[in-house]
């Protein structure tokens, strides 16, 4: 079955620097590949995704990038800012995508 | 967007309760919901997938009896926590979709005590 790493587990950063997270996962057969961001104590929100068909996608300070060859995406946020703070999940779809296989997720802390 | 509203967001109760949740898609019909679990500082790991009108897909190490799942229309299902224990405690949010993507609810804090 479908197997999503994701690193780093944690993450600092100082406001306004750039963040990076990283995903990789083992079906080749995925094809939709969706963010989510998630306070503590709350739901997860899809900040951005990404189908297998297209290479990067942007999204104001957001943006994410896929490599299907080697299985891989990646989350960019650019000046982040202290809200960014929370944990951030990538997904990747399983079944012809009626469902994800979530990654062990992030925890941004972005420091003032 | 889509609205997926969960009830209730916190249950306290005793060893031995049954504990029912609902998930509601409030402005689209969700062809199909899911119930996740959630552990502290953990991925959200998928119990069941449920379509309306048919009995729900249950996860590799999932109860069914323990867990019942109800998706009696396109736009409610519920989980039932039957006889909960004190492991039973847990975080668990539901996500319901039509197409892409999936869209969560609150989620509801369970402490079984």
């Known amino acids: 079955g479908e197997n999503v790493e994701q690193h780093p587990s944690t993450l600092s950063v100082q406001e306004g620097d750039s963040a990076v997270i990283k995903c990789t996962y083992s079906?080749?057969?995925?094809?939709?590949f969706p963010w989510y961001k998630q306070e503590l104590g709350k739901r997860p929100q899809l900040i951005i995704d990404i189908r297998s068909n297209v290479g990067e996608k942007k999204d104001q300070r957001i943006a994410v990038t896929l490599n299907k060859t080697a299985k891989h995406f990646s989350l960019h946020i650019t000046e982040t800012q202290p809200e960014d703070s929370a944990v951030y999940f990538c997904a990747a779809s399983i079944k012809g995508g009626q469902n994800f296989v979530f990654g062990p997720g992030t925890r941004l802390s972005v420091l003032p | 967007g889509a609205v997926v509203s969960q009830h209730p967001s916190r249950v306290i109760c005793k060893s031995g309760t049954s504990v029912k949740i609902e998930c509601r898609s409030l402005d689209f019909q969700a062809t199909t919901m899911f119930w996740y679990r959630q552990f502290p500082k953990q991925s959200l790991m998928l119990m069941a997938t449920s379509n309306e009108g048919s009995k729900a897909t249950y996860e590799q190490g999932v109860e069914k009896d323990k867990f019942l799942i109800n998706h009696a229309s396109l736009t409610l299902s519920t989980l039932t926590v039957t006889s909960a224990h004190p492991e039973d405690s847990s975080f668990y949010i539901c996500?319901?979709?039509?197409?892409?993507?999936?869209?969560f609810g609150d989620g509801t804090r369970l402490s079984i005590l």
């Open positions: 079906d080749s057969a995925s094809n939709y």
């Open positions: 996500s319901a979709r039509d197409g892409q993507p999936q869209h």
